[in-house]
């Protein structure tokens, strides 16, 4: 199982995957690096663990983010071709026959079957280079031919929560799927108490993804919870499960696990976060929704948070202009259902594949 060390995101969604397939009497290894190998060892304490490195992404402090990952390019590729080499001795030490990848181009190999985990298949532009779509559309498609699946987390149909995105026009259904949301909170645990109340006026402000603008965000709600003295906590997405208070209204909590994120989200009245699609999901999966604030020239949350305050599921707002209390108004006025059908998707998904590896065992 291995996700991207882009945010916690990656990892987190996973954590729905790993425990299916433990119902499953799978064996699963973790290999991941950074702060998402550290959540999924919390989680999953007995499972075995390695570090399999991965590249840390860096965004500008400005709202145009295109040349900062045009230059990151060469570093990408360099990426995908090691983990490609670092996969065979994996497979060899460990000997593992399926390979789980969330958003990790290099890990497939002919001699196990390999699954690619993403909602993104195509990429969103910026409005002055839209017209490059069409080419990251392809190089997705090239750089995924190798693998034997691709799992989309999301529901194929009109409630869905990454639109075009993933939905495409053409795409190989025998070997694309739907496998529906991947949230930590679909687990059964969490399902049969998420009729909490929550506790009126707490504000919960979730903040997560690459440096500088996650800790920009970070001092601009400060600033504004405790000019309008709101009562908030804010969870930073940090590794260390370390609390402290700011002033009387404001708690600060480095990092929550999921028992812990559970409880918060279940409290608030009013959430704040990133658009990521990871938390998204996780919102959904407990019928929440959240003020959603995009990184700054990350366009796949410029577009998750217009696509999804268009269908009156979420608001959106701009981190430059951000007004939290005209915000915080525009939520409480909002009346969302979420019509989330638990339809097995992705046990079904999981049960293909063990036959589908079965097949092409006895092939081999």
Known sequence: MCPLNW???HASRMILVIQELLNQNIEVIIAADSTPLALLKEEFPTLKAIVLKDVEVKYSRKNQQILKIIGFLPQLAYRIYKENKDLIQIIVSENINIVISDNRYGLWNKQIYSVFVSHQLRLKMPRNFVFLEVFTQKLIQFLTRKFDEIWIPDFENETNFSGTLSHLKQYNKNKTHFVGILSKFLMSEFQTQKKQLFESE???AILSGPEPQRTILEELLLNQLNVHKLKATLVLGKEKDAVQIKHQNIEIVNFANRTKLFELISKAEIIVCRAGYSSIMDLAALQKTAI?????GQTEQEYLADYLSRKKLFVKAQQASLNLKTSILELKKLDTT??????????????????RLQKNTKTN
């Open 292 to 296: 959603l604030i995009a990184t700054p």
């Open 338 to 355: 979420f019509e989330i059908i638990n339809n097995n998707l992705l046990i079904e998904a999981i049960q293909r594949m063990l036959t």
């Open 202 to 204: 707490r504000i919960l």
């Open 7 to 9: 945010g916690l995101g």
